[in-house]
């Protein structure tokens, strides 16, 4: 496989509450995980992200980390109830002061920060008052995406508005197994466009006040019938418009999907779409494989999620290892939505690492799952699809949300009872790919 081009730029994510711990330190508000965390029975094993990696406080040794990878970009999460404990009004200086210190360690570790602005953290103030169930919470996130730019836009080229918004929806609002566990279909509606309309309103606030790149982020997979038949065929469509377009439609094309459009109406207003769409500078894609689905009449939107077919590998998350999800995916965003330029923002998966008793992880599963990941990139790529970058998710093992700590995704472990900090064999393999800058053999130990 050819290398790719000089200029593609090569990274690995993070988010704030996955990794920053300090819940209530330095006059930080609480957020709409805090609150889901500490309810019984929603986190395996009873997990918050109370600590998770302790990140704010040994945030100086992940940057050297990072610039041991190599990587030429980090794409990190701000916690709006850092910066604005009540989600409005006040500001917490104390909360932006951590932000300004670890975008001033990246440049000098010549790391490019790349600030998402909400990855899932409502502040719970919010939520009090509706959340984003109620349309005000769009302008409040605007207002707060002005004051993160205004704080740190003079050394940060690139801002996110959103991490993931259609995810987000789908499981805080529909199935309930994510912050704040709603689950109705009228709810889904609401905060998806509530989400849309937010990405909107931040993107033009931010426009306006300076020459950034502006880009924003969705996990986007394709969807196959998992049975032969038109009806299967039918509700994976309807399920592709509930999972990926409900957010990229909009944003791309200023409409909802046909599907939808009924269960909308009550909320969408004159001059949303317009509001809504928008030429970003890039496309964030967070893609981790497949759905396989069909028809099931007694379930909540008449379609079942099938699992990984028998005879596939698996992630410890139980997902399917579908390297082709990464092409597909590409090669639809290039031929159905005019091939915007996209970065990977997120792409990794979960295994049972296990260190030897030296510490050493050789975590050769994932090194294979990126490696061929990253083929399908490239093969993508050489389609005409404009992909600019590639982020492997995450750094470090972190709160994996509903799942608690139980789940690492990290190219370094985390042993959690002691924050230490050990590169797994995966983080070697990233730091020789991005040195050759194309993807090597994934089978390295």
Not at 142 to 147: F, K, L, R, S, V
Not at 288 to 294: A, E
Not at 351 to 367: C, I, K, L, M, Q
Request: charged share 25%; net charge negative.
């Amino acid at each position: 496989m050819g290398s790719f081009p000089e200029e593609f730029v090569w990274g690995v994510s993070t988010s704030a509450y996955q990794i920053e711990g300090a819940a209530r330190e330095d006059g930080r508000g609480e957020s709409i995980w805090d609150t889901f965390s500490r309810e019984e029975g929603r986190i395996a094993g009873g997990d918050t992200g109370d600590v998770a990696c302790d990140h704010y406080h040994r945030y100086g040794r992940d940057i050297e980390l990072l610039k041991q990878l190599g990587v030429d970009a980090y794409r990190f999460s701000i916690s709006w109830p850092r910066v604005l404990p009540e989600g409005k009004g006040r500001v917490n200086r104390k909360g932006l002061d951590f932000y300004d210190r670890l975008v001033d360690g990246l440049l000098e570790a010549g790391v490019a920060p790349w600030v998402c602005l909400y990855h899932w953290d409502l502040p719970q103030a919010l939520e009090d008052s509706g959340g984003w169930l109620d349309r005000d919470t769009a302008w409040y996130f605007a207002d707060y995406a002005e004051t993160v730019a205004d704080s740190l836009g003079d050394r940060v080229d690139r801002f996110l508005l959103m991490n993931e918004p259609n995810v987000h929806a789908l499981l805080g609002y529909l199935l309930g197994i994510h912050a704040p566990g709603r689950h109705s279909i009228g709810e889904f509606a609401a905060a998806a466009h509530h989400l849309n309309l937010a990405t909107g309103l931040g993107y033009e606030r931010l426009r306006h006040m300076g020459d950034w790149q502006l880009g924003t982020i969705l996990n986007l997979e394709p969807v196959h019938a998992g049975r032969e038949g038109d009806e299967h065929e039918e509700v994976s469509s309807l399920f592709d418009a509930f999972r990926n377009r409900v957010c990229l439609d909009p944003l791309l094309k200023g409409e909802y999907p046909a599907q939808l459009a009924p269960m909308l109406e009550a909320v969408v207003r004159d001059g949303d779409m317009q509001q809504i769409r928008r030429e970003m500078d890039f496309l964030g894609l967070n893609l981790y494989g497949r759905s396989r689905v069909i028809l099931d009449p007694g379930s909540l939107v008449g379609v079942r999620e099938l699992g990984p077919p028998e005879g596939a590998q698996r992630t410890d998350m139980g997902w399917e290892v579908y390297p082709q999800a990464m092409y597909e995916q590409l090669l639809e965003l290039r031929d159905k939505y005019g091939n915007p330029p996209v970065v990977i923002t997120e792409n990794g998966a979960a295994f049972e690492d296990r260190p030897d008793a030296t510490g050493h992880v050789a975590d050769t599963e994932r090194t294979a799952y990126l490696a061929a990941y990253l083929e399908q990139v490239a093969r993508a790529r050489e389609a005409g699809a404009d992909v600019r970058g590639y982020f492997a998710w995450s750094l470090l093992d972190n709160f994996e949300w509903a799942e608690g700590y139980g789940k690492r995704f990290g190219l370094v472990r985390v042993d959690f009872e002691t924050q230490e900090r050990i590169p797994k064999a995966s983080f070697h393999w990233y730091r020789e790919t991005i040195a050759r800058n194309e993807p090597v053999a994934g089978s390295r130990g």
